[in-house]
């Protein structure tokens, strides 16, 4: 194309080694600045638990838990992450944190493709720990960055909202 | 208190149980396999230049600075993979008269909407390939385009398809009776016109495709993120020249698919050819505006259609035109005219009356090709048929469960033949309208709407009622010549420890289906559930079948299951009688034992007889071969199509300050036959319906005047999220198909076929003091607004 500057590539390829705590493993990789988050996850940890569906922070598949947030990681760049602490949707089942709220899932089916469902966890997960008891507004509310296609989101609703009630009563795994 | 014992009381009896799916727990870890996760050993990546032209001509693509980037492997063209790859063109033989231009997977000389792929890149990423389409220069010559069905259909006006006459890709028409005869006497006609936007699937995965070409054994293997794997294994056999066994498709776990995932895509095409150019595997993953620009729509109707009715409201005739368009071509192999059929064919389905005529044309237009997207064409008959039986009972002062009660087919009067040939075996619509009013608290929501709007607060009921077409037979697409099965296949093996192995060609995509039919296996052969082991969606090792579309996993793929697992039962029980000195017919298996038939005494494990079997076969009588492997196929025969029915009721507010909607409740009756999981057929339910919500209030792909798509990207083209759905109420009537042994009907689709309807009833009816109508979806607010003459 004329007039397109060859170096702008060259400068967008030149990666640069960052460094990260995933699922409470130290690791450094080299990234390229224009990589997002979802992208060095995925591609480079070969974490692929973690979905990208929008990569515009609309459909809440890439949520990861960074510095103990829930942030969208198609809207980071992986070199705005060095020096993080994430979670992934496969450290969290690793360390059992929400495997009341997996279980749930599970029982109540509220998943099909199963697509959208790291993302949803990990919201979830950061809403109970916020709210200790969300009325069911509240989790449709926090659920509203998260698309599905597949199931009518009430399932979702009710599992979350079981999983509320079971750790109020001492029965979840907190 | 003890309730009495039912056959869910048995042990292992699935069929009917609500059980949690077991491969669910593999996607709730983020250990799902998708085809978009998937990386090969010196993969590359592959990317497409689009058109920015709705209708242009290609003059000069010069692509040589992008061949010289470093990394870049291949850039190919249309003609490049013209060399290999054999033209396809989207026409059924049944349709008669349907036509479509031949496609290649990039085109040679013209372009045909705006997102149509033109070049190809192949990189060592797809960042580079990325990088490679800026430096592609494509010189186009703009042609007149079509881009709104009334454009397309002028005379003299621009034609898509040199060397046709105009932009007619079908016509249909339906008569049956004295139509005009009967408008011109009848005590009352209704009338309208409702246009329905286009909308597309917006799986949460994108396509995804991993086609790897191996020269040195000429076997081409696709990782294909696709509902039907026989199919495109059959169609990249012809069109690559490569014997069908040397094609092997694998479609593990799906991002969701919805029909969208069925149909042949030109990037799908080209990569495989782009594999089989470089000898390498390579990877394409759909980015979001690519799906939108790129994956199949559906809908985009315009049908007018009239309804007579006599004095006492029995519906009489009705008559209809439906005008489609469907983009450039017709899909393939599927076509792009099943909707429009559908539509004039559904339309009036519950129904009883014998006056119909109907009118389809199927019309092209410079836009990305519609077709089958769940719930084909339902969603349309079934607004169309409802809006004017509301219609008729406001003309008439009757309310709307009245005048259904009045005209739907009675429960007792099947077998039935609609007016359009359908052939109905059992339906239940009269129990269905008794049911949903008792779970919508009918009376009761009737009188709070009264109270309300004195409030200034306008709410809205809306009931639709509709008719699902499921498993379909050859009658489908095999008659019209299409490679498409409706056949499915099982292989089932007792395994040496005393398992059951299921190798099925139904596929998953997270209904539920490795779940059901791992029920009906474990059911029907009498061992825990956990002792089967599902395996779906690999060519190589499932045997061929149709897959899943159309609602046949449970009705098709059921009842192979269920079949080949009698027929594993008996080879087990003729081998225990053999060993255990009984009659095969003296003996049954419970929890995994051979047990005495009468007395249910355990006599040995299967996994014995399968020791036995596999280990010491010495020890068994001479010439006894012990086959603990059935293969087994199931083609359905009697009626072509097992319909399914039920209804919908729907609640909701309408902000006449704003045009805002809120859906307060829904509500759905459904009868989709023998209930295998209820939990499952709930979701199935709730899906669906949230899908015909976003359709009937959010979901439009707009185009400019030009043909540009102006909302590709989830921030502007609106989905249902949580927040603005509300809490679904399920109800059932299960009426077993009498066609299968297992009597399951399909029901994937009855949440989407009627959603829309029902909205469009319930917003009518909120609007009804204000003398304002709405006749288009989606019903936005803005066009809220503007029946309401504030805007
Ligand atoms: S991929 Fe990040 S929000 Fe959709
Ligand atoms: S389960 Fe498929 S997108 Fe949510």
Redesign the interface.
């Known amino acids: 194309m004329s007039g397109f500057d060859q170096t702008l590539l060259d400068d967008a390829d030149e990666t640069v080694r960052v460094q990260l705590t995933v699922n409470g493993r130290r690791v450094a990789c080299e990234v390229a600045p224009r990589e997002t988050l979802v992208d060095c996850l995925r591609n480079e940890l070969e974490l692929t638990g973690t979905h990208a569906g929008c990569e515009m922070g609309a459909c809440g598949a890439c949520l990861v838990q960074l510095d103990g947030r829930a942030v969208h990681s198609c809207l980071m760049f992986a070199v705005q992450a060095d020096g993080a602490t994430i979670n992934t949707i496969e450290g969290l089942s690793e360390t059992g944190v929400i495997a009341d709220l997996q279980a749930e899932f599970h029982r109540r089916n509220a998943l099909q493709c199963g697509f959208c469902t790291p993302g949803m966890l990990v919201n979830a997960h950061e809403l109970l720990s916020q709210v200790a008891q969300p009325s069911r507004e509240e989790i449709r509310d926090a659920l509203s960055g998260n698309y599905c296609r597949c199931t009518g989101y009430e399932a979702i609703v009710d599992a979350i909202e079981a999983v509320a009630q079971a750790r109020d009563q001492g029965g979840g795994t907190k | 208190m003890s309730a009495p014992l039912t056959s869910l009381d048995r042990p292992n009896s699935y069929i009917g149980r609500s059980v949690?799916?077991p491969n669910?727990?593999?996607?709730?870890?983020?250990?799902?396999r998708?085809i978009?996760?998937l990386?090969l050993p010196r993969m590359l990546h592959a990317a497409f230049l689009r058109s920015p032209h709705a209708h242009a001509k290609i003059v000069a693509i010069n692509a040589e600075?992008a061949l010289a980037?470093e990394g870049v492997h291949l850039v190919a063209t249309g003609a490049d993979l013209a060399k290999i790859c054999t033209p396809w063109t989207g026409t059924l033989d049944h349709f008669k008269g349907m036509i479509s231009a031949p496609q290649l997977p990039l085109p040679l000389d013209r372009v045909v909407w705006a997102g149509q792929a033109v070049v190809a890149v192949v990189a060592e990423s797809r960042?580079?390939a990325e990088?490679a389409l800026?430096?592609?220069?494509v010189d186009y010559e703009d042609l007149p385009l079509v881009v709104d069905i009334d454009g397309a259909r002028e005379a003299g006006g621009p034609v898509i398809n040199p060397g046709s006459a105009n932009n007619t890709c079908f016509r249909a028409h339906l008569d049956n009776g004295t139509v005009d005869e009967v408008f011109a006497h009848a005590a009352h006609v209704v009338e309208e016109e409702i246009t329905f936007g286009r909308h597309t699937?917006?799986?949460?995965?994108?396509r995804a495709i991993v086609a790897d070409y191996d020269p040195s054994a000429g076997m081409l293997t696709v990782h294909h993120a696709t509902q039907t794997p026989y199919q495109f294994q059959d169609l990249y056999s012809r069109h690559y020249g490569i014997p069908e066994a040397r094609v092997r498709v694998i479609a593990t776990?799906?991002?969701?698919?919805?029909g969208m995932k069925l149909h042949v895509y030109h990037e799908d095409m080209a990569v495989v050819g782009l594999s089989i150019l470089l000898g390498r595997p390579v990877k394409y993953v759909a980015?979001?505006i690519e799906s939108f620009v790129s994956d199949i729509h559906a809908r985009d109707h315009r049908v007018r259609a009239r309804m007579a009715l006599d004095a006492k409201g029995e519906i009489l005739a009705m008559d209809v035109l439906d005008l489609t368009a469907i983009g450039a071509f017709s899909t393939y192999p599927r076509t792009s005219v099943v909707e429009g059929n559908q539509v004039i064919r559904l339309i009036g389905a519950p129904y009883q009356f014998k006056n119909y005529r109907a009118t389809l044309e199927v019309i092209f237009q410079n836009k990305v090709q519609t077709s089958q997207y769940r719930a084909v064409g339902h969603p349309i008959a079934c607004a169309v048929t409802e809006r004017l039986v509301d219609m008729a009972a406001s003309k008439l002062g009757l309310d709307p469960f009245a005048i259904r009660a009045q005209n739907v087919i009675a429960d007792d009067a099947y077998p039935q033949t609609s007016p359009t040939g359908y052939r109905f075996e059992a339906l239940s619509h009269q129990a269905c309208l008794k049911r949903l009013r008792e779970i919508m608290g009918y009376d009761a929501l009737r009188a709070e709407q009264v109270e309300l709007r004195k409030r200034g607060v306008y709410r809205g009921i809306g009931i639709a009622t509709f008719v699902e077409i499921t498993n379909p037979s050859p009658a489908f697409y095999g008659v019209g010549g299409a490679r498409i099965s409706s056949q499915d296949g099982a292989i089932l093996s007792l395994t040496p420890s005393g398992e059951v192995r299921c190798l099925i060609s139904v596929t998953e995509?997270?209904?539920?289906t490795e779940a059901i039919i791992s029920q009906i296996v474990a059911d029907q052969l009498g061992l825990a559930q956990e002792h089967v082991k599902v395996i779906t969606g690999d060519t190589e090792v499932t045997p061929h079948g149709g897959a899943t579309w159309a609602c046949r996993g449970a009705g098709i793929g059921g009842e192979t299951a269920l079949q080949a697992t009698r027929a594993l039962k008996r080879n087990i029980l003729e081998i225990a009688a053999l060993i255990l000195q009984e009659q095969p017919s003296a003996l049954d298996i419970i929890d995994g034992q051979v047990v005495d038939a009468a007395t249910r005494n355990q006599r040995m494990p299967i996994a014995e007889i399968a020791r036995i079997a596999y280990f010491r076969s010495d020890t068994l009588p001479p010439g006894t071969q012990a086959q603990l492997t059935v293969s087994h196929h199931f083609a359905p025969q009697g009626y072509p199509f097992a319909f399914t029915n039920g209804i919908q009721g729907c609640s909701l507010e309408v902000d006449v300050e704003t045009g805002f909607i809120k859906v307060l409740k829904h509500f759905i009756v459904e009868d989709c036959g023998r209930i295998i999981n209820p939990?499952?057929v709930d979701?199935q339910?709730?899906?669906?319906?949230?899908?015909g919500l976003g359709a009937a209030l959010f979901e439009e792909c707009r185009y400019s005047e030009t043909g540009q798509l102006m909302n590709g990207?989830?921030?502007d083209y609106l989905?249902p999220?949580?927040?603005e759905?509300p809490?679904?109420v399920i109800a059932h009537v299960e009426t077993p198909t009498a066609d299968t042994v297992l009597g399951a009907k399909g029901v994937g689709e009855a949440?989407t076929a009627a959603a829309s309807a029902c909205v469009l009833n319930a917003v009518n009816d909120a609007l009804a003091p204000f003398d304002a109508t709405i006749n288009s979806i989606p019903i936005t607010p803005t066009k809220v607004l503007k029946a309401l003459k504030r805007f």
């Open positions: 949690p799916r669910a727990k593999r996607l709730l870890a983020g250990r799902g998708y978009s996760d990386k600075q980037l960042a580079i990088d800026e430096l592609i220069e699937a917006v799986t949460l995965e994108p776990d799906i991002g969701g698919s919805f980015d979001r995509q997270g209904q539920g939990m499952l979701e339910l709730r899906g669906g319906i949230v899908q990207s989830l921030a989905v999220m949580p927040m759905m809490d679904i949440g």
